[in-house]
Nanobody, 129 residues
Framework: QLQLVESGGGLVQPGGSLKLSCAASGFTLDYYAIGWFRQAPGKEREGVSCISSHDGSTYYADSVKGRFTISRDNAKNTVYLQMNSLKPGDTAVYYC??????????????????????WSQGTQVTVSS
C-alpha cells in the first residue's frame, strides 16, 4: 500500500523531548515536500513545520521556533520532527503529509490542504506532569 507510517508519539513531562518519524511505504519521498501538522481537541488543525523536496528550505510555526527541528533522510525514506522543551500546549495528535506539487513550504504549513498526496494516521503527543 502507498502510505505514510508515523511513529514516536507518547507521554512526556514538560521540558522533555520526543522525536517523531514519518516513513514512506510503497513510494520514494525524494520529490515530495513534507509537512508536520497537529490538532488538539476542539481546535483546528495547524501547521507545525514543513521541509522542501528540492532545496532543504524549512518553515516553522512561531509557537515552535527554537524548540522543534525538521529533517529528512532520503536514504531511509523518512522525515523526522525533533521536539525539545515540550510544553503542555504542544499536546495534540500529530500528522505528517507529503505532496509532490508544493512550491512554498510556508504555504504548505499555513494552508494544510486535506488533498495533499498522502497523510499519516496520526500519533498522540501528550505533555503533562
Amino acid at each position: 500500500q502507498l502510505q505514510l507510517v508515523e511513529s514516536g508519539g507518547g507521554l512526556v513531562q514538560p521540558g522533555g523531548s520526543l522525536k517523531l518519524s514519518c516513513a514512506a511505504s510503497g513510494f520514494t519521498l525524494d520529490y515530495y515536500a513534507i509537512g508536520w501538522f497537529r490538532q488538539a481537541p476542539g481546535k483546528e488543525r495547524e501547521g507545525v513545520s514543513c521541509i522542501s523536496s528540492h532545496d532543504g528550505s524549512t518553515y516553522y510555526a512561531d509557537s515552535v521556533k527554537g524548540r522543534f527541528t525538521i529533517s529528512r533522510d532520503n536514504a531511509k525514506n523518512t522525515v523526522y520532527l525533533q521536539m525539545n522543551s515540550l510544553k503542555p500546549g504542544d499536546t495534540a495528535v500529530y500528522y505528517c503529509a507529503a505532496d509532490s506539487r508544493i512550491t512554498s513550504v510556508e504555504g504548505m504549513c499555513v494552508i494544510g490542504h486535506p488533498n495533499y498526496d498522502y497523510w499519516s494516521q496520526g500519533t498522540q503527543v501528550t505533555v503533562s506532569s
